[in-house]
């Protein structure tokens, strides 16, 4: 039987890491039992994610920004976009909340193979765990990032380690007042053409963001002749369960939640031909970040990019 | 234990839809449509469906409130009750009965507003009794009463389907009345032809063959337009017009200035589809009129109906099956309230407060001398207030503070009232007012009947035991009437209850509990005459001998779009939501289900002003600010905008302007002028609290 | 997979059938160790399944489907999954007893093997599920909007579907002979055993066809069902018939509340004794809300695409690998509950021909 109760854990660190983003630390309330599966470094892998329970506010899907370590805490990196974040951004260090997972399929094990990165705004949080265990691989992946401005470009502290270990681009769509200067988040394909150039002969790409723009990236890369089974996405959906009941998060007829949320391109474009009830045609965004709705991929309450949800 | 499902109605809109209530274990489960129900058959909107959740234990209040130092705490009943009686018994003594008064509540049962209206005349010896009838439907009672003779839809809504023409005025029954909307869409797909006049391209007007989008507040000149069509052709229903009806030439002199082109002007109507409007209308075999609070809710609300009378009359569409000329009430029981006499100028069954044989059959009737002032009408009782002559209110089930217009008025009356009683089930803008908060039983919890908006009284049935304390409205005043040392008021059974009323209205004296049950409801009139009802009304005349034609000239809204506030605001209701939202807003479904922008828009005049969809907004009146978000609406003509009125956070009638329908004193809430100033692009929208402790909601020009 | 042992019966195994004079003798049977629940005509006039205690004089009505189907007994409308009450989150399971689902038919029983599937791994359904024998009954008749046999749902019970099956014997002259019940499960022989019954001569399988036959035939022409099927399947629909069927959904959820194979849920928090509870109640994925996230970013914000989906849902067979046949199992309850009259009827008739 499926386990469809949170386990009780403790945020144990927060600090704000972006416009009306805040990094979240949390940790089992107990380990007297081992850790909880939740928190539990042999069971989660990068790309998945986990359900979290504001208590009283409701429950939606985060994915791991970093994932467990030994002492089973894991990162949440989190918008301000609904009730339950705004509650969520009222809790303090030491307040208890509830945690269930991890759910998901993660990011396929890349071994060594030459990696690309391309992350939008939020779209950072599911990937970086996985740009850890490439460095931590040794596999020396290449990150380009953009946000829509420089004080959206989240994930800071991880971003200053990176910088040390592998090549990391940056762009940001407006460069007013900022503090050094950026590719321009605008121009994607001028950029991606200026990452091939310089590094080429990439194996897989990973790519995380508003929806628009994963789009962009894919067309971009295939019609280059990059193989659509080498390119790898995640996406963002409602949810309310995590473990396929609920039906919140379709796309055509997978459950994004035990189906994704990370997708080959191949994989994805079937479904989307399959059912053409994926999205309403729109128009293909540069990476720069559609004003109207809130760039896809911080949107949800779970802000992390991943299969995450809201209400 | 297992399931049980009780047979009852839906508390929402005035369709009254059969659900059963599925219980277990004294716990509202859910609800089921009913089959077999005469109206519904087998169907139920998304807010019948959620009906279980608007009356659930959390929010509700479940004991008696008293406000000490600005805060409530429980009290128990008796204290309540006494607490209320020194009061009124003051300002009775003090100030005399004109300076009390009552709003009863279109939600509760007949039995509840047929007890508080009793109560209010006999106990408090006042006339001074509404309900928000004023703020939907008067124009409609006052304008039928002229023409036709009856307040109420002529027809049955069962008639959609027998009719082969469908007219829908200035609604949208698939958002307010879905079930009715339900028979529209069934009677469009079987073959019926649909002419719609609305300013907005609604649902229905997209699948009509005939849109007539014509502009706000034009609906006379539209009508008379139509009317001169008509009558130049020969295609109105001489025969009928000669038999049944008054004042033909007067109505058609009138009409004649209504030029197609100075009509088509008017509305923005093209002149080829006024003309085949009217030629559909006038040929129709048999043609269905319904109409909303397109019509009611500007200041010549009355003479809207009446026009759209003239319409119906002159081609002979009425008094047969498919006919009629219908409005659409809105809540659940806004017809029994009416029926019942919760208004200053009517006993129960329309029988005159001014009329001295009436009062004295009241006077017999009730063992009191009834009072003979006239009473005073909501706006009225709050306009007193403001004056220093008003000082006391009880008000049952209703939530001005949001629904009626230019809430900082209201806001301010209920402040100034020396003593305010509000008997409610949950903690509203109103109630927050109160000194003394009364726990109501909700619909799931007491026996009695509604009225729906075809004059249908069915059965309400108790599913569960009322939470905590709370009653019936009919048992609390029982109580009170006790205390005031009345007799007259000791009903055991909302039945008790019911036969009294019975027993005073000609309409109703055909019914009673086990006649209703064992037809599935009963249209009144029913009587000697009529014993088993009266489905289809005027099927051989009209109660005053003939109806009347009356000649009327179009006039603008009381407010017309300027250079400082360019744009019309018409507040709308949502498929979604209910009145103020305090059951609605209660489902986690529906609350889910609002759109996160609340003004809609077109999208050329939002772009115009450098607008995008969702992006926050300031809206403006001369009387009020608010803020929320912009929603690309194609169903918005250019220059019109719209705002839902169930949203306590931000509530559209900050900004309605309270000018008033001179007969009924109607206010016009489908027209007022307003601006649009954006916001930067990040802003959020602040609630109307948050406004309001900034001190800029009111209006600073 | 289900872990209880009802469930885990052997089926298929030879069957048994025996002669029954009246459907209330087993009814009556069951009582002494099950509470029985059956469709009782009801004050609503829905009919509803309730409890028949035993010495209730209640007849069973064999034509009787109640107009709500029997998917809230497992799948509850509303149910509490668990507690918080401040420190701990404790799951609540709900409170069962042996149940016996009396006079369940075909199109129902149907849907309760592709939920018993779908929920195979929800606590709460199996929780209520696993306590419950199902006795079926075969239809012997159309029903009203029932297209059961298009769909591959009945109009006889499947075996593999309840644990008993009543089926009645031929009327001659108008005048019922009995029944019979036939065995399908070691559950249901276990429930009978001791009944006494006598066994059925071996004409049984030939009258039950036969009789089966005679329903197929009733059943009015389903061309455009099945046109409909094959033209979701071919995604032949064009985009334009979905956006006008999507003006005429009034996102009621009526169709998905009548349905007996929906199975969406949403949950909510509910405040108590200074923690709260969380219950999970049936939604709709008609709704616009369905799919809304929290920045009002909504990948299904047009109602043609929703009303596809549903649709999609369930007659694709794109779902077939998962969930072993198509969503629909032919009851015409959406088609009735429909404000919008797109319920299966109309939409396969307009889709048919688009």
């Given amino acids: 039987m499926l386990e469809m109760t949170p386990t009780a854990v403790r945020l144990i660190e927060r600090y704000d890491d972006g416009e009306d983003i805040i990094h979240f630390t949390f940790e089992p309330v107990s380990i007297e039992a081992g850790l909880p599966d939740v928190a539990d470094p042999k069971k989660v892998s990068p790309g998945q994610f986990f359900m979290l329970s504001v208590p009283g506010k409701g429950e939606a899907a985060f994915t791991y920004a970093a994932t467990p370590d030994e ?46 990165v391309i992350a939008g705004g939020c779209g950072l949080a599911p990937v970086a765990a996985e740009i850890d265990a490439l460095i931590a691989n040794n596999a020396n992946p290449v990150v380009y990032f953009s946000a829509r401005s420089e004080a959206m470009l989240v994930m800071k502290n991880e971003r200053e380690r990176w910088h040390d270990a592998i090549t990391l681009y940056e762009a940001v769509d407006n460069q007013d007042g900022a503090s050094k200067t950026y ?30 723009m994963m789009e962009a990236v894919c067309h971009y890369l295939t019609d280059r002749g990059f193989p659509a089974d080498h390119i790898w996405l995640s996406l963002e959906r409602r949810m309310h369960c995590g473990v396929g009941l609920c039906g919140h998060c379709y796309v055509a007829h997978d459950l994004v939640c035990v189906d994704g949320p990370t997708y080959r391109w191949d994989q994805l474009g079937e479904l989307v031909v399959k059912e053409k009830f994926v999205q309403p045609p729109r128009e293909l ?27 | 234990m297992s399931i049980k499902t009780t047979s009852t109605v839906c508390p929402f809109c005035g369709t009254g839809c059969g659900i059963g209530l599925r219980t277990e274990n004294g716990q509202l489960l859910g609800v089921e449509p009913i089959r077999n129900h005469p109206v519904s058959k087998g169907r139920l909107c998304s807010k019948g469906w959620n009906s279980a959740y608007g009356v659930e234990r959390q929010n509700r209040i479940t004991t008696p409130l008293i406000k000490e130092n600005g805060a409530f705490r429980p009290a128990s009943w008796e204290e309540a009750i006494e607490l209320i009686h020194e009061q009124f018994s003051y300002h009775l003594e003090e100030h005399g009965p004109t300076s009390v008064g009552a709003i009863s509540c279109a939600r509760a049962t007949n039995e509840d507003n047929y007890a508080i209206q009793k109560f209010t005349r006999v106990v ?40 082969d023409v469908v ?65 130049a052709n020969g295609w109105e229903n001489k025969a009928f017009l000669e038999e049944h009806c008054l004042y033909l030439d007067q109505l058609k002199a009138s009409v004649e200035e209504y030029t197609l082109e100075e009509v088509s002007k008017r509305t923005g109507v093209p002149a080829d589809q006024l003309i085949q409007a009217a030629r559909i209308y006038s040929h129709a075999r048999a043609a269905f009129l319904a109409y909303g609070m397109g019509v009611t809710q500007f200041v010549s609300g009355t003479n809207n109906v009446i026009a759209i009378s003239n319409l119906v009359l002159s081609c002979g569409q009425i008094g047969r099956p498919g006919t009629g000329i219908n409005p659409l009430r809105g809540q659940n029981n806004v017809q029994g309230a009416c029926d019942m006499g919760a208004l200053p100028g009517n006993y129960p069954g329309y029988q005159f407060t001014n009329d001295p044989v009436a009062q004295e059959k009241f006077s017999k009737a009730w063992g009191y001398q009834v009072p003979t002032h006239p009473g005073m009408t909501s706006l009225g009782m709050n306009e007193a207030t403001l004056q220093g002559q008003f000082h006391a209110m009880m008000i049952f089930g209703e939530d001005p503070v949001v629904t009626d217009p230019d809430q900082n008025q209201v806001a301010k009356v209920l402040k100034k009232l020396d003593f305010l009683v509000v008997v409610e089930m949950s903690m509203t803008d109103t109630a927050s007012f109160a000194d003394v908060i009364l726990p109501a039983a909700s619909f799931a919890e007491k026996h009695g009947t509604f009225t729906n908006c075809e004059r249908r009284v069915q059965r309400v049935r108790k599913a569960i035991e009322p939470l905590g304390e709370c009653m019936a409205d009919w048992q609390m005043i029982g109580h009170l009437a006790r205390r005031f040392g009345y007799t007259g008021f000791d009903w055991e059974t909302s039945e008790e209850v019911f036969n009294e009323l019975a027993a005073l209205m000609p309409i109703y004296s055909g019914m009673s509990y086990p006649r209703i049950e064992q037809h599935g409801g009963l249209q009144w009139p029913c009587n000697a005459h009529a014993p088993d009802g009266t489905p289809i009304l005027h099927r051989k005349g009209f109660p005053n001998g003939k109806a009347r034609l009356i000649p009327l000239h179009h006039l603008p809204p009381a407010e017309t779009p300027d250079a400082d506030f360019p744009y019309y605001l018409t507040t709308i209701r949502l498929h979604f939501h209910y009145g103020c939202g305090s059951m609605t807003r209660k489902s986690p479904i529906l609350e889910r289900e609002t759109p996160s922008g609340l003004l809609f828009m077109n999208e050329q005049d939002a772009r115009n002003q450098g607008l995008f969809n969702n992006a926050p907004v300031g809206v403006r009146s001369r009387r009020g600010y608010l803020e929320t978000r912009v929603v690309f609406s194609e169903q918005m003509p250019p220059g019109l905008v719209s705002m839902p009125y169930h949203f306590d956070d931000i509530p559209s009638n900050q900004l309605t302007n309270d000018a008033q329908d001179p007969v009924t004193r109607m206010p016009e809430l489908k027209a007022c002028a307003i ?7 990040t802003a959020r929208p602040r609630s109307i609290k948050e406004l309001r402790e900034q001190g800029e909601c009111d209006a600073h020009l | 997979m289900p872990t209880s042992n009802l469930l885990n019966n052997t089926r298929g195994q030879a069957l048994h059938a025996y002669e029954l004079e009246r459907p209330e003798h087993l009814r009556d049977w069951l009582q002494n160790r099950y509470k029985v629940l059956q469709p009782v005509h009801d004050q609503t006039g829905n009919g509803s399944w309730e409890e028949v205690h035993a010495g209730d004089v209640v007849p069973f009505d064999p034509a009787l489907r109640p107009v709500m189907s029997p998917k809230s007994l497992f799948f509850a409308e509303r149910e509490q999954m668990f507690t918080f009450d401040g420190e701990m989150f404790r799951t609540t399971t709900p409170k069962t007893e042996h149940q016996v689902l009396f006079g369940v038919k075909a199109c129902d029983l149907m849907a309760i093997s592709y939920q018993d599937h779908h929920f195979r791994d929800d ?127 009034l996102s009621c959820s009526g169709c998905s509340q009548t349905c007996p194979t929906c199975s969406c849920y949403a949950v909510r928090d509910i ?31 047009q109602a043609g695409r929703r009303v596809a989906r549903y649709w999609y849902h369930k007659f694709s067979s794109d779902f077939k690998a998962a969930n072993g046949r198509i969503g629909c199992v032919g009851c015409g309850r959406c088609d009735i509950t429909c404000p919008g009259a797109i319920g299966v009827h109309s939409v396969m008739e307009k889709i048919a021909h688009a």
């Fill in chain 3, 123 to 249: 606590p709460y359904y199996q929780a209520r599920r696993k306590d419950t024998l199902l006795v079926g009954i075969d239809c012997s008749s159309p029903c009203e909007n029932g297209f059961c046999s298009t769909v591959d749902a009945g109009p006889q019970v499947h075996q593999q579907n309840a644990d008993l099956i009543l089926t009645p014997m031929p009327s001659i002259n108008g005048h019922s002979h009995g029944w019979w019940l036939i065995c399908t499960s070691d559950h249901g022989a276990q429930a009978i055993n001791g009944m006494d019954l006598p066994p059925a001569d071996s004409h049984w399988r030939y009258w039950r066809d036969m009789s089966n036959e005679h329903a197929l035939a009733d059943f009015a022409d389903d061309t455009y069902i099945i046109n409909g099927i094959q033209r979701i399947n071919a995604r032949a629909v064009p985009d334009e018939v979905w956006d006008t069927l999507g003006h005429q959904c």
């Fill in chain 1, 183 to 212: 590719l321009k988040g605008r121009e994607l394909m001028t950029n991606l053409d200026t990452i091939m150039a310089e590094h080429g002969g990439f194996d897989e790409v990973i790519c995380c963001g508003p929806e628009g």
């Fill in chain 2, 124 to 163: 408090l010896q006042t006339n001074n009794i509404d309900h928000c009838a004023r703020i939907c439907h008067s124009p409609s009672v006052a304008g039928l009463a002229r023409t036709v003779g009856e307040g109420a839809m002529t027809n049955s809504i069962g008639d959609v389907s027998k009719a």
């Fill in chain 1, 71 to 116: 002492r089973g805490h894991f990162c949440a990196l989190i918008r301000e976009v609904g009730q339950l974040t705004e509650s969520l951004f009222d809790c303090k260090p030491g307040d208890i909340l509830g945690a269930r997972g991890p759910f998901g399929k993660g990011w396929p094990e890349f071994g060594q193979r030459k990696v690309l």
């Fill in chain 3, 271 to 301: 405040p108590k004794d200074g923690g709260f509870v969380r219950e999970r109640f049936h939604d709709s994925c008609l709704m616009v809300g369905f799919q809304k996230e929290a920045s009002g970013a909504n990948p299904t914000a």
């Fill in chain 2, 675 to 681: 601006r649009i100033e954006p916001l930067a692009p």
């Fill in chain 1, 285 to 311: 965004a540069s990476m720069g970040h559609a004003e109207e709705v809130s760039d896809g991929c911080c949107s949800s309450e779970g802000g992390g990019g991943c299969g995450c949800s809201g209400f």
């Fill in chain 2, 167 to 231: 007219v829908v005025f200035g609604c949208d029954p698939t958002e307010s009345h879905c079930i009715i909307g339900s028979e529209i869409i069934q009677a469009k797909e079987r073959g019926a032809l649909l002419i719609v006049v609305d300013p907005r391209k609604t649902r229905l007007a997209k699948m009509a063959d005939v849109h007539l989008q014509l502009k706000v507040g034009s609906n006379i000149a539209l009508v008379n337009g139509l009317l001169n069509i008509i009558f």
